[in-house]
């Protein structure tokens, strides 16, 4: 959940880029249900993309206001 939160995306928007329903998404962050490695891998590249990207927007905005 930390890695989704950090990410800014929703359980919605994971599942998506997951290809998973949001309920498995959910039973994986509450512990009910064990996530497979190669599940695991992707969710870590697609928050640590969306992350990524977050930032960039983030320091543009941030640079766009001090010039104004």
């Given amino acids: ?3 989704r939160l950090a990410a800014g995306l929703t359980r919605r928007e994971l599942a998506r880029r997951l290809c ?3 309920s498995s998404v959910s039973n994986w962050e509450h512990g009910r249900q064990p996530i497979r490695r190669v ?3 992707a969710w870590r590249t ?3 993309n969306a992350g990524q990207a977050e930032r960039r ?3 543009r905005r941030e640079k766009h206001d001090a010039a104004t």
Avoid: A, P
């Fill in 20 to 22: 998973v329903s949001v």
């Fill in 57 to 59: 927007r983030r320091r």
């Fill in 39 to 41: 599940v695991e891998i």
């Fill in 1 to 3: 959940r930390r890695l």
């Fill in 46 to 48: 697609v928050c640590g």
